[in-house]
T-cell receptor, first 113, second 110 residues
Framework: EAGVAQSPRYKIIEKRQSVAFWCNPI?????LYWYQQILGQGPKLLIQ????????DSQLPKDRFSAERLKGVDSTLKIQPAKLEDSAVYLC???????????FGQGTRLTVV | DQQVKQNSPSLSVQEGRISILNCDYT??????FLWYKKYPAEGPTFLIS?????DKNEDGRFTVFLNKSAKHLSLHIVPSQPGDSAVYFC?????????FGTGTRLQVFP
């Protein structure tokens, strides 16, 4: 069974530029999460989808971050414009349904300079 | 508001001995708890879980204990192996939210 796929693995951008991350969850997993993990901290939930609907985006900085999950499968997370403090690993995870443990992708390490 | 806390940022254990990683939580509505292991440059991988209606779950060298009255859970690894060296995250589920602790870096030395 294929795992959660994320791309790119690494990205370096200048502040005020925009960036997008892509995630393909495990086939059949209805729930998809985007987490931000800053060095030395635990993963922080940014947004959670159930199929193509948003369940929780309370910690998503909506003035600069956006995410979508078209057709309830793949998802993209965008940052525009990026700030220095956005430097982190962005993790995508999926689970079979709400309330289950999630499986993670390898993450995208973003460096904003 | 840190609902899931791992107060020890690091732990060093000799190979063959027991590793005990601790986690405290504040929300009594959590109904499922999980431990994840993370190597550098990789995403967290699921290790073991426990339902809130149980107090122990064992899988090979890994055992998770849950003390609901103390709002505390722990992960025991015995015997510890060098390959266990990683960052361990405690996580909890409330309805449909998966919330992580800050992690404990375990180092197992020969």
């Amino acid at each position: 069974e294929a795992g959660v796929a994320q791309s790119p693995r690494y990205k370096i951008i200048e502040k005020r530029q925009s960036v997008a991350f892509w995630c393909n969850p495990i086939s059949g997993h209805a729930t998809l999460y985007w987490y931000q993990q800053i060095l030395g901290q635990g993963p922080k939930l940014l947004i959670q989808f159930q199929n193509n609907g948003v369940v929780d985006d309370s910690q998503l900085p909506k003035d600069r971050f956006s995410a979508e999950r078209l057709k309830g499968v793949d998802s993209t997370l965008k940052i525009q414009p990026a700030k220095l403090e956005d430097s982190a690993v962005y993790l995508c995870a999926s689970s079979l349904r709400r309330g289950f443990g999630a499986f993670f992708g390898q993450g995208t390490r973003l460096t904003v300079v | 508001d840190q609902q899931v806390k791992q107060n020890s940022p690091s732990l060093s254990v000799q190979e063959g001995r027991i590793s005990i990683l601790n986690c405290d939580y504040t929300n009594s509505m959590f109904d499922y708890f999980l431990w994840y292991k993370k190597y550098p440059a990789e995403g967290p991988t699921f290790l073991i879980s426990i339902s809130s209606i149980k107090d122990k779950n064992e899988d090979g060298r890994f055992t998770v204990f849950l003390n609901k009255s103390a709002k505390h859970l722990s992960l025991h690894i015995v015997p510890s192996q060098p390959g266990d060296s990683a960052v361990y995250f405690c996580a909890a589920i409330n309805t449909d939210k998966l919330i992580f602790g800050t992690g404990t870096r375990l180092q197992v030395f020969p």
